[in-house]
């Protein structure tokens, strides 16, 4: 059961996500959410995924609803599941690593909606090639995003982690 403190923590989460989202739309895969789904998830454990499925919904209702969207449900699910996996590690260079890894990862992940669609449309090999083809587009993209995750989570992890210890030992 979720305590007012921590539905108040979630939405403030689940808008720092659309917000960072917007805020830095203009830069090709450079992005915090990454960032803070982990590092809210070192602290609020599964319960973050309440805030990232705010945000999915927020970024469909936004965007419209398509097969990025649908990937959207299970990639950043996944990133809760493997901080959850290593909750116990504080070491920044590890959470950039990870960071890193995932945003590298992204479009292969992202790319599955599309092999299904192009497999429903025209047999296996046809979804093979649909979801190849659209995560090798996309490479550059996810070159970008494994490095601009990594600066990030190395340059930021160890100031927000020290803030986030402080809000959350105190009785907000």
Not at 51 to 58: E, G, K, M
Request: net charge positive.
């Amino acid at each position: 059961m979720l305590q007012i403190k921590d539905m108040a923590r979630l939405g403030l989460l689940a808008a720092l996500l659309e917000v960072n989202k917007l805020a830095l739309a203009s830069l090709p895969n450079i992005e915090l959410i990454s960032f803070w789904i982990i590092l809210f998830t070192l602290y609020m454990g599964w319960r973050t995924l309440y805030a990232v499925y705010v945000f999915v919904l927020l970024e469909g209702m936004l965007y419209g609803i398509h097969f990025w969207w649908a990937a959207y449900l299970y990639v950043w699910t996944l990133l809760v599941i493997l901080t959850q996996a290593f909750r116990a590690q504080h070491s920044a260079l590890f959470w950039s690593i990870v960071s890193g890894l995932f945003g590298l990862s992204f479009g292969v992940l992202c790319a599955i909606p599309y092999g299904v669609a192009g497999a429903l449309n025209g047999g296996l090999r046809n979804g093979l090639l649909a979801g190849f083809s659209w995560w090798i587009a996309g490479v550059p993209y996810d070159l970008l995003h494994c490095a601009g995750n990594f600066v990030i989570m190395l340059v930021l992890y160890r100031p927000m982690r020290h803030a986030m210890n402080r809000i959350f030992s105190s009785e907000l």
